[in-house]
């Protein structure tokens, strides 16, 4: 269940991360940021997979949904098993799961094959998040734990960008399957992390205490408290993932077919939009170590009303490139908190299932905007699409209310 009120926890002496925590944040940002890769690849070559498999406009745009539901299924399978086996172990796991699967998605010969390959990935990438997420905010210090998860959602931006970078020069050269073998590649990343790392004190002190007598899923709605949280905390992660995915997935799309861009070209927009979202997740980690989650997060939802709607009614090529910067930096800047808000809701025990959980059934949710979004656009137009997408974050910001301020709580 949630903790007491910050005021009443004890200031740990350290205030600044030790080595451990840095090489702990490192292979999480790692982690993410194969997830962010994988997954805007997909963008990326829809277009390409669609012409060679022949899909359906429908069967092109489940593909994402369809990673994203095998994300909430691996949430919740590796988040339980982390807080039982271990934090570097089941993340190793998840890791290898999602790389090799990225690599057989590249063999797929037809739908079924594509769907089943993208499911079993998803499961994967959805176990890494809450792992990592969970093994930086209990390596970081309680003064800068905002500031630790933030450089994991920094991992997922860089990722991101190396898609957007490298998908068009690849695809061009070798079609979209070269784009996925090299998907393959993470497994050595997690094996070599999977050497040198061992099991955060956090995570090894819960583990010789006494058994906790709630289960670590139950932990989520044990009390009043825990249940508030807990639907604040998805509302929220819910909104996150579909203002995100509704974006992204069809950013690319978007400015082809509204501007007549290029893969290429639109590639680089969205490069420049992700160089934005980095810039707010890294604001967003010391803004909310410093004023607190509750006020940063409002800013940022406040923020991405505004900008959404501005992007929408866009049209010339530097208001797009500048726009797209600024939106970026609102829409995913709220990605540096997640980490350290679910950390300090929730004991020890539980805290690796409850960031898959709640962050990775948002992600399911968030999976059905780019169905939404194509439907939306083939009536309205994408300009109209993107800009309904703005009225979600109004939710997000009534839903800041059920969840506590933990500013600097000791996690217990």
């Known amino acids: 269940m ?16 030790d080595t451990y925590a840095r090489k702990a944040v490192l292979a999480s940002a790692v982690g993410y940021g194969l997830e962010g890769f994988d997954l805007l690849i997909l963008s990326f070559a829809l277009s390409a997979i669609t012409a060679g498999l022949g899909l359906s ?23 339980i098993l982390s807080d039982r086996l271990g934090r570097i172990r089941v993340l190793t796991w998840s890791i290898i799961l999602f790389a090799v699967f990225t690599g057989v998605t590249a063999i797929a010969q037809d739908f079924t094959q594509l769907a089943v390959s993208r499911f079993i990935a998803g499961m994967g990438i959805g176990g890494e998040f809450g792992i990592g997420m969970a093994l930086a905010a209990e390596a970081f210090p309680s003064r800068k734990r905002a500031r630790g998860t933030s450089y994991v959602g920094l991992g997922w931006q860089t990722g991101v960008l190396a898609a957007a970078l490298l998908s068009a020069p690849v695809i061009n050269a070798w079609g979209w399957r070269a784009l996925f073998a090299l998907g393959v590649l993470p497994a050595v990343a997690a094996f070599l992390f999977r050497r040198t790392m061992h099991e955060p004190a956090a995570f090894t002190a819960a ?27 998805l509302v929220l992660t819910s909104v996150q993932n579909f203002g995100y995915y509704g974006i992204m997935t069809w950013l690319p799309s978007y400015l082809s077919q509204q501007f007549g861009y290029s893969l290429t070209k639109s590639g680089a927009w969205t490069a420049v939009t992700v160089v934005g979202m980095a810039c707010g997740i890294l604001a967003f980690g010391h803004l909310a170590d410093r004023i607190g989650r509750r006020p ?6 406040a923020g991405s009303v505004v900008t959404v709607l501005a992007y929408a009614t866009l049209e010339t090529p530097t208001a797009l490139l500048i726009g797209g910067a600024v939106m970026g930096a609102f829409v995913n800047g709220m990605t540096g908190g997640y980490g350290a808000l679910i950390a300090e809701l929730y004991p020890t025990h539980a805290r690796a299932t409850a960031q898959n959980v709640l962050f990775n059934v948002g992600r399911g949710i968030g999976g059905f905007a780019p169905l939404v979004v194509a439907l939306v656009a083939g009536t309205y137009g994408f300009q109209k699409a993107i800009g309904l997408l703005a009225v979600i974050y109004v939710l997000d910001m009534a839903a800041m209310l059920l969840i506590p301020e933990r500013k600097g709580a000791e996690l217990d």
């Open 207 to 233: 583990k010789t205490a006494e058994r906790p007598a709630t289960a670590p899923l139950r932990s989520l709605v044990a009390t009043p408290a825990a249940r508030r949280a807990t639907l604040g905390v």
């Open 296 to 301: 940063t997060f409002w800013i940022f939802q």
């Open 57 to 79: 406009s429908a069967q092109a745009g489940s593909l994402t949904t369809i990673t994203l539901i095998g994300c909430v299924a691996g949430g919740l399978l590796f988040g």
């Open 2 to 17: 949630p903790n007491p009120p910050a005021d009443v926890a004890t200031e740990p002496a350290a205030t600044q991360p």
